[in-house]
């Protein structure tokens, strides 16, 4: 009786660090892919420093601490809303390859 239980915590367990593990990789490739348009998109790098900047000076940060770690949420909240769009993915690799093509 005792073997069976410690097979299904294991086949729990198992579930549950390959839904993290994919959740994981698939925000990893969003802000990779974020990163392709921020470098090689002018207009949207500057739209997304604005807008980062005035995030910036509208929130109140205990200290630098804080921001950091808020800024890292918001990145990554910005790079799986284009990736929603499906601006992220297929952006970035168009974008890649015109600029290989030319």
């Known amino acids: 009786m ?3 239980i410690g ?12 839904l993290w593990l994919r ?4 925000s990893r490739f969003n802000l990779e ?4 348009l921020l470098l090689m998109e002018d207009g949207i790098r500057e739209r997304q420093k604005i807008e ?3 995030w910036i000076q509208k929130r109140n940060f205990k ?3 804080e921001l950091h770690r808020q800024a890292c949420f918001i990145i990554s909240y910005i790079a ?3 990736a929603k769009k499906d601006l ?3 952006g970035a690799h168009k974008i890649l390859w015109n600029f290989k093509s030319r």
């Open 80 to 82: 799986n809303s284009f």
């Open 2 to 4: 005792g073997y069976i």
């Open 52 to 54: 980062f900047q005035e």
């Open 88 to 90: 992220s993915f297929f």
């Open 33 to 36: 892919s974020y990163i392709i």
């Open 23 to 26: 959740f994981s990789l698939k």
């Open 7 to 18: 097979i299904g915590i294991l086949s729990i367990l198992l579930v549950i660090f390959i």
């Open 63 to 65: 200290n630098a601490s």
